[in-house]
């Protein structure tokens, strides 16, 4: 019989955002395991978001980010988290997500939210340049595809917002893309980040 306490539960309760019932069965499945057991929450929650994930999502709320720190060019960013229910829109957690995406844009400038919104000219282009540099620096043809997809996941981590790291580990340790889910998981819709604007004083845009 695994062995936890009830301040256990409450404390997975907390962590994961789940029901008392929820939170007990995934530590007795985990043996005790506070760590297996939050895993175990947070993979159904996922697992749970990915099948929410084509279901209208017309709420949401407007994440912002003003910098303005000294020897440092003005910059403002502005990002619309979407979710399905008015509700999750107005909760400070969702409202904090939004914030923090703002924070990482700021950062980031990302060029694209999905690798899907890349235009397929651009991966051809990428590739084809990735392929050309390889060879001019002596890689042998039998390897030049592998390393083109070694490289391009290093171009869509560089201009996709959804896989890049997020800018504060010690608050988020994943991806962008993994935050998002795994708010959707914690708050039972669909979220999705819709659009982003970056504006720096000077900048020229790309």
Request: proline share 3%; hydrophobic share 40%.
């Amino acid at each position: 019989m695994a062995e936890f306490t009830a301040k256990d539960v409450q404390r997975l309760r907390r962590q994961a955002g789940v029901g008392m019932m929820d939170a007990k069965k995934a530590l007795v499945e985990a043996g005790g395991d506070m760590d297996k057991a939050h895993d175990l929450l947070r993979e159904r929650g996922l697992a749970q978001a990915a099948k929410r994930a084509d279901r209208d999502a017309n709420e949401g709320t407007v994440g912002s980010y003003l910098h303005h720190q000294s020897g440092h060019p003005v910059m403002g960013v502005l990002v619309e988290l979407a979710c399905e229910t008015d509700f999750v829109a107005k909760s400070p957690e969702f409202n904090e997500v939004a914030d923090d995406i703002a924070m990482h844009v700021s950062w980031s400038a990302p060029r694209w939210i999905e690798r899907d919104e890349v235009p397929g000219d651009v991966i051809s282009h990428e590739r084809d340049l990735i392929a050309r540099s390889a060879r001019s620096e002596g890689k042998p043809d039998a390897i030049i595809p592998r390393i083109v997809d070694g490289r391009m996941e290093k171009f869509f981590v560089e201009n996709v917002l959804n896989d890049q790291e997020f800018v504060n580990s010690q608050k988020y340790e994943g991806t962008v893309g993994d935050m998002v889910k795994t708010l959707a998981a914690r708050v039972g819709e669909n979220v999705k980040i819709r659009r982003v604007a970056r504006l720096a004083v000077g900048e020229q845009e790309s």
